[in-house]
Every structure is written in structure tokens, then in C-alpha cells.
């Protein structure tokens, strides 16, 4: 066995590589290139499909918060970003992305793990912005709480593409020893989805709140103030898009999922810290289900 | 400061008898502050041979050209011109060109540099004898030879990455707008339209106008503003939207809110005729419509003082 410290550097190495042009997700290339290949596209076609892919979303919000742009506050909507970029540098954006993203599609094994791994994403986005209006953010910075969900864990993308067997190996060997994944990660790699999530936050320049989440949602930053309270409910989100197997498959009886979900410390504490009865989480599970489906049909994913 | 209109034509160049009182070529403005010997260029259109001739007679015996080039954008009729800028030969020449940056991986020197590949041209740019430095360029103030004159530069909408630049020297100041359209929401606002939704129709609309107000405060109380007014606004309105250009009647109505002195009318549609802009002229020429501004169509050949 190799020294470890070199066994990283040569992860490293090669997820550096791959961020250098980090295709968009196999799973929404199809759509994209329809969406993005047509001279008709509307605004709201173009917001919705880059919405549903964590890397176009990040691509989008990294060209323009780039220094490129003289900005008073990051900009973290895509509706702002389309008016100010315009359609066709979204769309060029996004074509060149989803190509390279088309092109995973004949691994097999790849495509399954990311199908999973993006209904996770949207899951978490879906919940995160339930629970951001359910306590008390106003509607306009709700979407902010979604891109968040969306791409908390964009940390994984290069280690499900660069290294498909071995990290279909650590989701088998995380849930038969009952670990985290990101521990497994971290077994196996020397670092785990949210070391290699700050690596792409350095390389994109993403600051600010999300860029927080991508790298602590595992690890709540230890202050009080705002961040910590976005991280946290991305955080919970994120616990709520598991419980629920990425809450559309998973139909609980309300008595179960009132169970599983006080087991969970971190959601004890949120519901207690905003005053919430677990059935509220139950209702917006119902809302979440409907959502995740719609975004599944918008990008015709075979339900399995 | 003396500006000297090389090309006012958008698109594509169009001589013929129809365009000669306002001119064929493409854009090209130069901007001559004799004081402190400097020029400074905006844009390679089809204008800038005329100009580099004019340089190669009247400015070489007095010593090498040193000049600047600023690129509003890499649209073909805005550079379709630099290979025929004689200057650009001479082996004391020395040139800088700033330009907005590409969100692809080529990098200015390569968009500019690619029209002069032999598919193309027979002269390549690893061949020219000047010495070219090229400057990509971001939102806000740039950096250039000296600190006489500011320079600020602007994103634009437009279909690619565009810039508008504010020149100020002493206490006067210069705007160029082109290409660009307002900026628009293109988010539905009809809640009977099926892709409606209510959070993009309202952030669509706010963000539209916060960055018209943007534009507007960039074009504060300039001397002169150069703008992109290709269409009528029923042009516009029947079929150019999203087209990256702006109408007359948005162009005149916004530069008056922001207090400019002189607006010239620019990027001419090629479809014009002498005849057309004439009669354009006299439609908006009226206090009514431009208040204290003087407004007019920008002519290949004219010369303003400021």
C-alpha cells in the first residue's frame, strides 16, 4: 500500500484536473441541449433547466460574481443572473458544459450514481427552501436557500466522475457499517465531499452563505448569527432529503416519519429553535414529493 | 479633446449612393487630445482603414505611431477592419488594444488575431512588424498610458460580452453605449401564460430597471454620448427584441434623464438611406422631444469639439 499522503496528492491531482472544465450533470444534458438548441427558448425554460443542474447553476453564478462584473452584493439568483448575462451567453454557458455532460452518459454505472445523487440535490434544494419559508425568510431570498440545497454537495461530482467503482464502493461499504459517507470518503480518498467542495468554491470564487454550506454542511460553523442559521437549514434539509429517500419513493405513515425524524439531534434542535411541531415537517414533505416529481418529469428521468 | 466619426454604420459595411451624406462604413471613433499628444481609438470596424491612412500621412513624420485601441466588443463589423490598419505594418508602431474579456477560453489576442489566419487573410498576426500588447478588460476603472485621462468601462446587454466606456479628460466626458439594448425582463409578467411564475416576473422587472438606472448614472451628465440607436421603437417593438439594440426614442428618453449634453445618434441600420436618416432627423429633432440635449445622426467624417 502506497504512502497515504502521497495517495491524496494523486486524488488531488486529478479532480484538479477534471474542475478545469467540470462537465454539467449526465442525468439533465439531454434537456439541456434540447432547451439550450432551440432558437424559441423562453427565459422561464432556460432559469428552470439551469435551476435543476448543480454544476450549470454554479457556472452561471461563478460568471457572474467573477471579478469581471463590478458588484455592489454577490449576485445568488439565476433570474438576476439570465436578465444580466442575457439568454445567449446562458445558453452558450450552458451548451458547452452539458456537451461534455452528454458525453458520461454511456456509463452506465456513472449515470445510475449521479441519477441519484442529482435527485438527492434537488431534494435538498426543494427542502431547504420549505423550511427557509416555513421559518420566517422572506419569499425573495427563498430561491438563495434552493441553490444552496442544489449544490451543498457538488463536492461528490468529481469523485462519482473521476472514480465511479470506487465511490459506488464507499456508498455500499457507508451504509453496511452504517458510517457516514463522508467519513467513507475520507477512508478512502484522504478527503471528503466537503474538502474537495472548498476546492471548488477556491476555484469558482463562490462566497457568501452557499459557498459556506458546500463546505460545512457536515459541520455547522460554531457561531450564532446568520450563516450558521442558513447553513443549518440546508443542514436539516439535507438530513430530510435522506430520511425521505430524496422524499419522493419513501411514503411514511406520519406516525414513522414523526419517529425517524426526532431520532435525527440536529432536527430536534432546529424544530425547537423555530417552534415547529414535526407534523409541519410531514405537511411539507407532501408539497416537496410534488415539487421533486414535476422536476423529474421537466427533465424526463425514467422513474424507477 | 476633438472626436472624429471614421464609421457609423452597424452590421455591415454599405457604400453605394444611397449612404454617402452619412457614411457605409463600420463603427470606428477616434478621440485626440493634441495637448498631451494622445489618441485613443474605439473600435476596428470597417472606418478604422480610412483612419489608419489618414495616421500613415499626416501623423508619421512627426515620429512612430503610438496609439490605443479600445474594443467595445469582437461582433465582426466592430473588427472587421483591423487587418486593413496600415499601422499595424510598421515596425515602430506601438499599439495597445483593451477589449472585454471572452467567456470561452480564446483570449482577445486570439479572437482579434484569428481574422488574420490564411483561411481568412494573407497576412498572418505572428507576421505584423508593430508591437501589439493586448488588455482584457473588466467592469469599472482601467488602467492605461497615463493618468491624464479616466477611463471606466461597462457592461452592456448585448448578445455577447459588451462594454460602454466613459472617457473624461479635464472636466469634460465622452460615453460610448454600443451595442446595447435596454435591459428587459424576459420573464413573462402574464399570469395567464403558462410559464409564469410570480418570484421571476417581480425580480425579472426589478433587476431590468435597476440596470437601466445603472446605465443611466454611467452616462451622467456627459458632454457627449455615442449610442447605439439602430432602430425606431415600432422596429424594435415588431421584431428586434433581444437583438442587442436599442431604438431612438428609448436612446433619446434615457440620455435625457441622465442629463446629457449631446447625444449622437449611432450604429445606423445599413437599411437606412441618406434619405431615411433625414427624415429621422427631422422627426426628432424638436425641443419637445429632446429638451436641452442636442441630438443628431452621426456622420462618417464629422468632427466635434468638446
Same mark, same amino acid.
Given at each position: 500500500?502506497?504512502?497515504?499522503?502521497?495517495?491524496?496528492?494523486?486524488?488531488?491531482?486529478i479532480?484538479?484536473?477534471y474542475?478545469?472544465?467540470m462537465?454539467?450533470l449526465?442525468?439533465t444534458?439531454?434537456?439541456?441541449?434540447?432547451?439550450?438548441?432551440?432558437?424559441?427558448?423562453?427565459?422561464?425554460?432556460?432559469n428552470?433547466?439551469?435551476?435543476?443542474d448543480?454544476?450549470?447553476?454554479?457556472?452561471?453564478?461563478k460568471?457572474?460574481?467573477?471579478?469581471?462584473?463590478?458588484?455592489?452584493?454577490?449576485?445568488t439568483?439565476?433570474?438576476?443572473?439570465?436578465?444580466?448575462?442575457?439568454l445567449?451567453?446562458?445558453?452558450?454557458?450552458?451548451?458547452?458544459?452539458?456537451?461534455?455532460?452528454?458525453?458520461?452518459q454511456?456509463k452506465?454505472?456513472?449515470?445510475?450514481?449521479?441519477?441519484?445523487?442529482w435527485?438527492?440535490c434537488?431534494?435538498?434544494?426543494?427542502?431547504?427552501?420549505?423550511?427557509?419559508?416555513?421559518t420566517?425568510?422572506?419569499?425573495?431570498?427563498?430561491?438563495e436557500?434552493?441553490?444552496?440545497?442544489?449544490?451543498?454537495?457538488?463536492?461528490?461530482?468529481?469523485?462519482?466522475?473521476?472514480?465511479?467503482?470506487d465511490?459506488?464502493?464507499?456508498?455500499?461499504?457507508?451504509?453496511?457499517?452504517n458510517?457516514?459517507?463522508?467519513?467513507?470518503?475520507?477512508?478512502?480518498?484522504?478527503?471528503?465531499h466537503?474538502?474537495?467542495?472548498?476546492l471548488?468554491?477556491q476555484?469558482?470564487?463562490?462566497?457568501?452563505?452557499?459557498s459556506?454550506?458546500?463546505?460545512?454542511?457536515?459541520?455547522?460553523?460554531?457561531?450564532?448569527d446568520e450563516?450558521?442559521?442558513?447553513?443549518?437549514?440546508?443542514?436539516?434539509?439535507?438530513?430530510?432529503?435522506?430520511?425521505?429517500?430524496?422524499?419522493?419513493?419513501k411514503?411514511f405513515?406520519?406516525?414513522?416519519?414523526v419517529?425517524?425524524?426526532?431520532?435525527d439531534?440536529?432536527?430536534?434542535?432546529?424544530?425547537?429553535?423555530?417552534?415547529?411541531?414535526?407534523?409541519?415537517l410531514?405537511?411539507?414533505?407532501?408539497?416537496?414529493?410534488?415539487?421533486?416529481?414535476?422536476?423529474?418529469?421537466?427533465?424526463?428521468?425514467?422513474?424507477? | 479633446?476633438?472626436?472624429?466619426?471614421?464609421?457609423?454604420?452597424?452590421?455591415?459595411p454599405?457604400?453605394g449612393?444611397?449612404?454617402?451624406?452619412?457614411g457605409?462604413?463600420?463603427?470606428?471613433i477616434?478621440?485626440?487630445?493634441?495637448?498631451?499628444n494622445?489618441?485613443?481609438?474605439?473600435?476596428?470596424?470597417?472606418g478604422?482603414?480610412?483612419?489608419?491612412?489618414?495616421?500613415m500621412?499626416?501623423d508619421?513624420?512627426?515620429?512612430?505611431i503610438d496609439t490605443?485601441?479600445?474594443?467595445?466588443h469582437?461582433?465582426?463589423?466592430? /473588427?472587421? =477592419?483591423?487587418?486593413? !490598419?496600415?499601422?499595424?505594418? $510598421? %515596425? +515602430?508602431?506601438?499599439?495597445? /488594444?483593451y =477589449?472585454?474579456?471572452? !467567456?470561452?477560453d480564446?483570449t $482577445? %489576442? +486570439?479572437i482579434?488575431?484569428n481574422?488574420?489566419?490564411?483561411?481568412? !487573410?494573407?497576412?498572418?498576426?505572428?507576421?505584423l512588424?508593430?508591437k501589439?500588447?493586448?488588455?482584457?478588460?473588466?467592469?469599472?476603472?482601467?488602467t492605461?498610458?497615463?493618468d491624464?485621462?479616466?477611463?471606466?468601462?461597462?457592461?452592456?446587454?448585448?448578445?455577447?460580452?459588451?462594454?460602454g466606456?466613459?472617457?473624461?479628460?479635464?472636466d469634460?466626458?465622452?460615453?460610448?453605449?454600443?451595442?446595447?439594448?435596454?435591459?428587459?425582463?424576459?420573464?413573462t409578467?402574464?399570469?395567464?401564460?403558462?410559464?409564469y411564475?410570480e418570484?421571476?416576473?417581480?425580480?425579472g422587472?426589478e433587476?431590468?430597471?435597476?440596470?437601466?438606472?445603472?446605465?443611466?448614472?454611467?452616462?451622467?451628465?456627459?458632454?457627449?454620448?455615442?449610442?447605439?440607436?439602430?432602430?425606431t421603437?415600432?422596429?424594435?417593438?415588431?421584431?428586434?427584441?433581444g437583438?442587442?439594440?436599442?431604438?431612438?426614442?428609448?436612446?433619446?428618453?434615457s440620455?435625457?434623464?441622465?442629463?446629457v449634453?449631446?447625444?449622437?445618434?449611432?450604429?445606423?441600420?445599413?437599411?437606412?438611406?441618406?434619405?431615411?436618416?433625414?427624415?429621422?432627423?427631422?422627426?426628432?429633432?424638436?425641443?419637445?422631444?429632446?429638451?436641452?440635449?442636442?441630438?443628431?445622426?452621426?456622420?462618417e467624417?464629422?468632427?466635434i469639439?468638446?
Open positions: 500500500m502506497g504512502n497515504p499522503q502521497n495517495k491524496k496528492e494523486k486524488y488531488i491531482h479532480i484538479q484536473e474542475l478545469i472544465k462537465p454539467s449526465s442525468t444534458a439531454t434537456k439541456v441541449l434540447s432547451v439550450c438548441n432551440s432558437p424559441n427558448t423562453s427565459a422561464y425554460d432556460l428552470k433547466v439551469v435551476s435543476l448543480p454544476v450549470l447553476t454554479g457556472n452561471v453564478l460568471l457572474i460574481n467573477s471579478a469581471y462584473y463590478f458588484l455592489r452584493n454577490p449576485v439568483s439565476l433570474t438576476q443572473a439570465i436578465i444580466m448575462l442575457g445567449n451567453t446562458i445558453k452558450n454557458l450552458a451548451l458547452s458544459s452539458a456537451i461534455l455532460g452528454a458525453i458520461t454511456k452506465s454505472l456513472q449515470k445510475n450514481t449521479m441519477d441519484i445523487f435527485t438527492h434537488i431534494s435538498t434544494g426543494v427542502w431547504a427552501k420549505a423550511l427557509a419559508l416555513e420566517g425568510i422572506i419569499k425573495s431570498e427563498c430561491e436557500y434552493f441553490v444552496a440545497g442544489l449544490l451543498h454537495d457538488i463536492g461528490k461530482i468529481p469523485l462519482i466522475h473521476c472514480f465511479p467503482a465511490y459506488m464502493e464507499i456508498v455500499v461499504t457507508a451504509t453496511e457499517k458510517l457516514s459517507l463522508h467519513t467513507a470518503e475520507k477512508a478512502v480518498f484522504g478527503m471528503n466537503e474538502e474537495i467542495g472548498k471548488i468554491v476555484k469558482w470564487k463562490l462566497e457568501g452563505a452557499i459556506q454550506v458546500i463546505c460545512t454542511h457536515h459541520h455547522l460553523p460554531q457561531t450564532d450563516t450558521h442559521n442558513f447553513v443549518e437549514r440546508v443542514a436539516v434539509a439535507d438530513i430530510l432529503s435522506k430520511i425521505t429517500i430524496n422524499g419522493v419513493e411514503k405513515p406520519e406516525d414513522i416519519f419517529e425517524t425524524i426526532l431520532q439531534s440536529l432536527i430536534r434542535t432546529f424544530l425547537k429553535k423555530h417552534n415547529l411541531a414535526p407534523a409541519t410531514k405537511n411539507l414533505q407532501e408539497k416537496s414529493r410534488t415539487e421533486i416529481e414535476n422536476a423529474k418529469l421537466f427533465i424526463q428521468i425514467a422513474k424507477g | 479633446m476633438k472626436i472624429k466619426f471614421w464609421g457609423v454604420r452597424g452590421s455591415i454599405c457604400p449612393p444611397d449612404t454617402v451624406k452619412y457605409g462604413n463600420t463603427p470606428c477616434e478621440l485626440r487630445f493634441n495637448d498631451i494622445r489618441q485613443i481609438i474605439i473600435d476596428a470596424g470597417s478604422i482603414r480610412e483612419l489608419g491612412n489618414h495616421m500621412a499626416n508619421l513624420s512627426k515620429g512612430p490605443e485601441l479600445f474594443l467595445t469582437t461582433h465582426s463589423d466592430h /473588427i472587421m =477592419g483591423f487587418p486593413f !490598419f496600415s499601422p499595424i505594418y $510598421l %515596425k +515602430d508602431t506601438k499599439l495597445k /488594444i =477589449g472585454p474579456v471572452s !467567456f470561452e480564446d $482577445l %489576442k +486570439d482579434i488575431g481574422q488574420m489566419s490564411y483561411r481568412y !487573410f494573407p497576412v498572418r498576426q505572428i507576421e512588424a508593430s501589439i500588447d493586448y488588455i482584457e478588460l473588466k467592469e469599472g476603472p482601467v492605461t498610458k497615463d491624464n485621462i479616466s477611463v471606466t468601462a461597462k457592461f452592456l446587454n448585448h448578445p455577447v460580452l459588451c462594454l466606456y466613459r472617457f473624461k479628460y479635464q469634460k466626458v465622452v460615453c460610448t453605449l454600443y451595442d446595447s439594448e435596454p435591459f428587459q425582463n424576459i420573464f409578467i402574464d399570469p395567464q401564460d403558462p410559464s411564475d418570484t421571476m416576473a417581480h425580480e422587472e433587476t431590468a430597471q435597476m440596470q437601466n438606472e445603472l446605465l443611466e448614472n454611467f452616462l451622467k451628465n456627459a458632454d457627449l454620448v455615442i449610442r447605439d440607436a439602430q432602430y421603437q415600432e422596429e424594435y417593438q415588431a421584431s428586434k427584441k437583438w442587442g439594440h436599442t431604438s431612438m426614442e428609448y436612446a433619446i428618453e440620455s435625457k434623464k441622465a442629463g449634453k449631446q447625444l449622437a445618434l449611432f450604429h445606423h441600420e445599413p437599411l437606412y438611406s441618406d434619405k431615411k436618416l433625414d427624415e429621422l432627423t427631422e422627426k426628432f429633432y424638436s425641443h419637445n422631444t429632446t429638451g436641452n440635449m442636442e441630438i443628431f445622426f452621426a456622420k467624417g464629422m468632427e469639439i468638446l
